[in-house]
């Protein structure tokens, strides 16, 4: 009786603690999920008072004043958008965004794209009071504005997070005036950060994340799950509600928001160049122990960078005996100096280790923003030379007429005319109308220049080309075998 007794005990005890947690685990992710949903009513709440709607007026041609890089469907939506009537003519154009309190006295953080060119901003707040705004600086190159109003209330200053600790897949929530709706509120992730090389700003180092962001959440925040601001809304990639938007990480905003409002201008030091990041193939032409750095892409004329002596497919390993390893460690590393500061450069030119002094001068207020694009042409295959036709290619030297039909200014280099398909050249990459500037270290101006320059390759069984896509500087690494 005692064995069987005890059985029955087992077997009840079992029972009891098998059921028992089933209850708890439901309680406990209800208890949850309610506490999410308050976190995020609460951040939405405490934003409120902190984000404010910015409508502006400008006059432009409504052909001119925006661009839309060619894409009609783009156009035809912004034109809708900003109410502009297709007739050619000067128009008052209304149009709006978001932006953020950043002190009581009434300075405010938005996009320079949203107030740039403005005639009239009017800012409104939380509890529908409007007042007349004055631009106090604009920084295009990282389109962080500041603006501000003369209000005759206490104001509610958002709080910001150090944007450096923010990680992939964290909360985040965007508020802001999508298409004028104001104070709307969307949740997502964070899905990347540092993101760079999209071509929006001069200065990129984006915070990517899914939150729902629309024309007018330009310039509100993105906040963390405790309604801290880690982002300021600038940029929508593709179609609105693509799912794919980017932010300027806080930090960031706020040091050049700090320096506009206390003298209306940014000290920044620069470089003078533009990067890419380091491929595996070019890691292995060149034997590096690793993809660490960035490859020099162009050097713009009378800049540190050119004073010093660096050269396009020059590969930045370090300065001042730091690796870097990516283009936007080196981009940090130089905006954490000064103006005047001088630092020497590790580099890698052709193979060989070498290091360049530079003494870092103030960032232009142009410097990053002109950008222009390709037209499709009609390039008429020239001679083909053997070493060539082994890749696969067939250039043509590029002459005034044919320059001009490309879009690009007449200069030493030859345009590919023809790639066969499935070749090495196909294989690298290489496409019809790119310009070849430079092969295996060696500036190219004829097709003597690139026979000579591809039979250095030959040696290595690959060879670097320089080239230039649609006025974009790009290298590729093309195969002997």
Known sequence: ???????IFVLALSIMTFTTPVYALEDQGMAAAMSMQKAFINVAKQLKQSVVNISIEKTANNNTWFDSNGDDETEEFLKKFFRIPNNGREQKIMGGGSGII????????????VVKGATKIVVKLHNGKEYPAEVLGQDPQTDVAVIKIKPNEKLTVAKFANSDEVES???CIAVGSPLGLEQTVTVGVV???????LGAAAIEDFIQTDASINPGNSGGPLVDITGKVIGI?????????????????????????????NGGSVSRPYLGISMTPVTEELSEHYELKDKHGAVVMDVSEKSPAEKAGF?????????????????EDIQKYIFSKKVGDEVKAQIVRNGKPMELKIKLEQMPETFGLAASDIRENNIKPSKSLAITDKLGLKVQKLNSEL?????????DGLVISNVKEDSPSDK?????????????????????????????????KSSVFLIERATVPMFLVVSHK
């Open 311 to 327: 050269r396009k497919m020059d590969i930045i390993r370090g300065f001042n005996g730091k690796e870097m390893k990516s283009s």
């Open 233 to 261: 809304n600038t940029l929508i990639f593709t179609a609105p509600g693509s799912g794919i938007s980017f932010a300027i990480p806080s930090n960031l905003a706020v040091k050049v928001a700090n320096q506009i409002a």
């Open 403 to 411: 320059a001009k039909s490309l879009g690009v200014k007449l200069s």
């Open 428 to 460: 690298a990459g290489l496409k019809k109308g790119d310009i070849i500037t430079q092969v295996n270290g060696n500036d190219i101006a004829n097709e003597a220049d690139l026979e000579k320059a591809l039979r250095e390759g030959e040696k290595k």
């Open 169 to 171: 897949g964290q909360w």
């Open 191 to 197: 899905s990347a950060v540092g993101r760079s090389g």
């Open 1 to 7: 009786m005692k064995k069987i007794s005890l059985g």
């Open 102 to 113: 950043f002190k009581e006295d009434g300075t405010i953080i938005t996009n320079n794209h």
